[in-house]
């Protein structure tokens, strides 16, 4: 037990040598290898070779490291920098240990590297000097003063005698022991070889001192000389003597009883080392020829003395069962721990603890593919079939086992891809290029290593070239790929085609001048009716195709109504022979001819309003019938009458996709000289010679005749009322129909009558063909002209401006179709402009003003990123100071939706188009509000009259 402590003193004493610098020591020789006697030169290798401590924090070897060659004249003590050498370590690898009863610390261990380079030297007396400066030096050093700073210069002399003969250095034969024992006698041949059989003295020499921390753990350049790496060029030689603390000296480095020594002749060491620790020695041998020094090598290494008294080693044994070992004679045959003590034959005192495992035979698997015609070799055994084998073998523990081996069958693989390029491009395929179209085959090895084919589908895209033909038509744009043409001419796009090559498409857009005419004719004016010289006798639509010069395609559409009697009142029921029944007027009800598919008719009785007053009276109709007669107005000024007109109404409702057309208004009338009541009397006729007629839209005047003369007999009036859209409806309407006589001849009479018969409506169904789009464009004090307005659906959009007051109208729709209706303009920069709306914009940013509503958001926003910054600011002071003439990011006019306006706040979302949905009916309030960009005075004035 006391032989363990003390080898855990041992691992105790050196575990400091893992901190500081790695530096150990080193030697350098050197070795001739050719002359010239032209040139007078002999060129030398130099080899170095350095030791470190592995095991402590330090750096590597200097990978490469640099060797300074200097030179100094005979009679001169100033040595020169002639070159640096450079050369990368070599032959690394650990250096073994000497004493075996020394147990061996885990913390120390020496590592060596070799570095070999050639020099070329002059003949002459001049000696050379080569040096290697490294710091640093072990910090567990016991006899140099303060070892972990102290540097390291390692250098070998060539004097100007050696040089010319040709000289070769010595080489020391071995290397001390890095471990000594404390107390045991130290005896070491130190001694060198000389292969040219110069005589060598020995000596202790001083270490040299190179080097420093600077670089490493003190700031500064490594490459200085108290740096790390000291750059020769700029340390010279000499370099001092490293410093001994205490009883050490160059003669003593070391100590012991007796002193350690080295004998010069011989190089042999010799004392007993009496302390514990680690020292530094440098030994010298000089090489003399003829009693004339030619030469010098030097050696610097470390003595660890250490306390040696045993050895305790151990030693693990394994066994297959059945097996035993025999260790120092004695059998063991179960496993087991066994200690066995004897003295070794170096006369250490040592213990060996042997440690015996059982091992086990081993049974494995292997498992392989093979493919087709292919053999598996398995420990120099060919298999060439599949299966499962097996296989006795002597493990790697050394025991019996047995080998399974399973063979199974691998399969080729056949595989195909396609690749598509357009023309002009390569292809490539695993390193392989293919430029046309085509199968083609590679061979390769799959993943499971069997001999494969690849089937390679190359095809070759084509590009391609095309043309569109557009015919516009005036107000037309064409639209493609979203860049408009508006004027004739050839234009190219380049595009992808949808193989997705490159393409080029050429546009072509002709110009022209296009109608799209409507006529209405009716089968009550003629039948049948002549178009185009052919006679049509049903009522209907048709269409005839056309081109116009310009090349627009054109079309005229007739529509023939029918002439189908749908309401008349007939007046054959006329009662006035009691003078009650002619203040009444309930006998002249509507009799319905007809019904429409497209809604429902409903008529109100003919009647004056205040009968009493405006009477009416029964005398001979058209056919020899019934008819009424009324007074007539003693007024010649139609809008001053002293009677009441006769009045009848009509309610249309039409049905959900349906349009009613009010297409005639016939009637029978006469003034006759003398009037003939039926019943009554007859006498001279103070007849009218004028009537007029009114005709009233859901209470607004939609139609009006006055000063119509009248006739002394029956005389048919037609009025034609089809060709006007207000009589066309697709919502429930009333029409108010008023026939006034007035202005009498001046007969001298008390009478004035007018007869009136048969009078009749005509309706018709009107299949709807297209619709109306129309409404304004307002800003704060008018409507706005000259505003671009446009219908998009698609690629087509169609033009349009607003006229003075702000108006527009896009008169043709189809009925189908979705659209988007939208506004520009981009004249006025200037408008409504000042600096008012620059202080306004000023105070929003610095936050000392907010807006108020979010027109003036949106006015403010000049450069159009729905963000108000002072970047906006900028660039409305550029075109208020005219140094711009447009703003870059925004047209100087917003368009809003008005309807958007009214119920949005959030500015960013107010629409700037308005949507329309397919359906039949016309829309007339499509408004926009025009807001100009830079006005934010005027849009707070625009805000208070909207909400007001």
Excluded at 117 to 122: E, G, M
Excluded at 164 to 186: A, D, E
Excluded at 225 to 235: A, E, L, Q
Excluded at 611 to 633: D, F, I, L, R
């Amino acid at each position: 037990m006391n032989c363990l402590y003390k080898v855990l003193f041992l691992f105790l004493l050196f575990s400091n040598s893992a901190f500081g610098a790695h530096i150990v020591g080193g030697e350098a020789t050197y070795k001739c290898i050719a002359t010239d006697s032209v040139l007078k030169t002999s060129t030398f290798t130099v080899t170095y070779t350095i030791y470190r401590d592995d095991i402590g924090n330090g750096a590597a070897f200097d990978f490469p490291a640099r060797f300074g060659v200097f030179e100094k004249q005979p009679s001169s003590s100033i040595w020169s920098y002639l070159e640096t050498k450079t050369a990368p370590p070599t032959d690394i690898g650990f250096v073994s240990y000497g004493d075996p009863c020394v147990v061996i610390p885990p913390n120390i261990r020496i590592e060596k590297a070799t570095y070999n380079f050639n020099v070329t030297l002059p003949w002459s007396q001049t000696t050379y000097r080569i040096v290697y400066q490294r710091c640093c030096r072990n910090n567990t050093i016991s006899n140099i003063i303060t070892p972990g700073v102290m540097g390291f210069a390692l250098d070998v002399e060539i004097k100007g005698n050696a040089i010319s003969t040709c000289n070769n250095s010595p080489s020391f034969n071995k290397f001390p022991p890095i471990l000594v024992c404390n107390q045991k006698p130290l005896n070491f041949d130190h001694s060198a070889t000389d292969i040219d059989g110069d005589s060598l003295v020995y000596e202790f020499c001083v270490p040299y001192h190179a080097g420093g921390p600077v670089g490493s753990t003190v700031p500064g350049s490594p490459n200085a000389c108290d740096g790390v790496t000291p750059d020769p060029f700029n340390c010279p030689p000499p370099y001092p003597d490293v410093t001994f603390s205490g009883i050490y000296s160059v003669a003593n480095p070391m100590g012991g009883a007796p002193q350690v020594k080295i004998n010069s002749s011989s190089g042999q060491f010799s004392g007993v080392p009496n302390t514990l620790g680690q020292f530094l020695v440098a030994v010298c041998a000089k090489e003399y020829r003829n009693g004339v020094q030619i030469g010098a090598i030097r050696r610097e290494f470390q003595f660890n003395v250490v306390n040696c008294i045993g050895i305790s080693s151990n030693q693990t044994f394994s066994i297959c069962p059945g097996d035993s070992v025999v260790v120092n004679d004695t059998i063991y045959k179960l496993p087991g721990e066994y200690t066995q003590s004897f003295q070794s034959v170096f006369g250490c005192d040592s213990t060996l603890n042997i440690k015996v495992i059982s091992l086990n035979p081993t049974a494995d698997t292997l498992q392989f593919g093979k493919c087709d015609r292919d053999s598996v070799l398995v420990n120099n055994i060919y298999y060439h079939t599949t299966g499962i084998f097996t296989q006795k073998f002597v493990n790697s523990v050394g025991c019996d086992s047995i080998l399974t081996i399973k063979i199974n069958e691998l399969r080729p693989t056949f595989d195909s891809i396609h690749v598509a390029k357009c023309e002009g491009d390569s292809i490539i395929v695993n390193g392989i290029f293919y430029n046309s179209s085509g199968l083609y085959t590679q061979k390769f090895v799959n993943a499971l290593g069997c001999d494969s084919i690849l089937t390679i589908s190359v095809n070759i895209l084509k590009k391609s070239s095309g043309t569109l033909n557009f015919q516009i038509c005036q107000g037309e744009i064409a639209l493609v790929n979203g860049i408009e043409y508006t004027s004739p001419g050839e234009y190219f796009q380049t595009l992808q085609n949808q193989n997705g090559c490159d393409s080029t498409l050429r546009i072509r857009v002709n110009k022209g001048t296009a109608f799209d005419i409507k006529k209405t004719l009716s089968l009550c004016d003629t039948i049948p009716v002549v178009i185009n010289g052919q006679n049509y006798t049903q009522p209907g639509e048709y269409v005839f195709n056309f081109l116009t010069v310009n090349g627009c395609d054109s079309i005229i559409t007739y529509t023939i109504l029918p002439c189908n009697q749908n309401i008349i009142y007939d007046f054959e029921n006329c009662d006035a022979m009691v003078l009650a029944n002619s203040m009444v007027y309930d006998e002249f009800t509507p009799r319905y001819i007809s019904q429409l598919d497209c809604g429902s008719i409903q008529a109100s009785n003919v009647f004056r309003t205040n009968p009493q007053m405006n009477k009416h009276s029964c005398t001979e109709g058209q056919n020899s019938t019934v008819t009424m007669c009324v007074s007539a107005s003693t007024s010649c000024d139609y809008e001053t009458p002293d009677v009441t007109p006769i009045t009848f109404e009509v309610l249309l409702k039409p049905n959900d996709q349906g349009r009613i057309s009010l297409n005639h208004i016939i009637f029978h009338q006469k003034a006759p000289t003398r009037f003939s009541w039926i019943g009554g009397l007859t006498a001279d006729n103070n007849y009218p010679t004028k009537y007029g007629i009114r005709i009233y839209k859901n209470n607004v005047l939609a139609f009006e005749k006055r000063e119509i003369p009248t006739t002394r007999d029956w005389t048919k009036e037609k009025y034609d009322l089809y060709d006007d859209s207000l009589f066309v409806v697709s919502d429930s309407t009333l029409f108010r129909i008023e026939l006034l006589p007035y202005c009498p001849a001046g007969v001298r009479s008390s009478v004035s009558a007018w007869d009136i018969d048969n009078l009749s409506v005509y309706f018709s169904c009107r299949e709807i063909q297209s619709r109306m789009f129309s409404g304004k464009v307002e800003n704060s004090t008018e409507g706005l002209s000259n505003v671009t307005m446009r219908r998009i659906h698609n690629n087509s959009i169609l033009v349009t401006t607003t006229v003075q007051n702000g108006t527009f109208m896009f008169p043709k729709n189809k009925l189908d179709l979705e659209y988007t209706l939208g506004a520009t303009s981009n004249d006025s920069i200037l408008y409504g402009i000042s600096v008012q709306d620059l202080l306004l914009l000023q105070k929003h940013i610095l936050g000392s003003e907010r807006f108020t509503n979010p027109l003036q958001y949106l006015a403010a926003d000049i450069n159009n990123d729905q963000v108000i910054t002072v970047s906006d600011l900028v660039e409305l002071k550029k075109v208020l100071l005219r140094v711009q003439n447009q703003f870059k990011k925004s047209d100087s006019w917003l368009f809003l939706d008005m309807k958007s306006v009214k119920e949005i706040t959030n500015p960013w979302d107010i629409k700037r188009q308005i949507f329309i949905p397919k359906g039949n009916r016309d829309l007339l309030n499509l408004d926009f509000l025009a807001l100009k960009v830079g006005d934010i005075n005027g849009a707070l004035e625009l805000w208070r009259k909207i909400k007001n």
